[in-house]
């Protein structure tokens, strides 16, 4: 691809903005390129949701699905778009009963070291800097 499209461009944005990141191609340069250009670029791209609506859609797939390293990702994302930490905690507990137990104890697991790292990067302390 010589030239990035405009959905390309506009992929990158929205990833951009949901992530607070640029995207990091890693082994898969072109699967990088697919998700940004139709995943972001498109889906994400449509008016009927907002960004932190399509997030907490997003957070509670990688949730449901046990994939921890996207739920790490969406657990970044989620705060990166102003959600709260109660908030994440919550949409995880009301997966138990869509899930089951072993889906909301795994995601609250995964929250709660993303929440610790998190601290320990900001020199927060968990216990008592909520």
Do not use: C
Request: hydrophobic share 40%.
């Amino acid at each position: 691809m010589n030239q990035p499209s405009a959905r390309h461009e506009r992929g990158e944005a929205i990833f951009k903005e949901v992530f607070g990141r640029e995207p990091r191609p890693g082994n898969y340069p072109e699967f990088l390129q697919i998700t940004i250009d139709h995943l972001f670029g498109e889906i994400w791209a449509r008016p009927q949701l907002s960004l932190e609506e399509r997030e907490l859609v997003a957070l509670t797939a990688v949730a449901l699905a046990r994939t921890d390293w996207e739920l790490r990702g969406h657990i970044g994302a989620s705060l990166n778009l102003g959600m709260s930490r109660e908030k994440i905690v919550e949409v995880i507990i009301q997966l138990a009963y869509y899930g089951g137990w072993p889906v909301a104890n795994n995601g609250l697991r995964v929250a709660q070291e993303v929440f610790a790292e998190l601290d320990a990067a900001t020199g927060k302390d968990a216990d008592h800097d909520q």
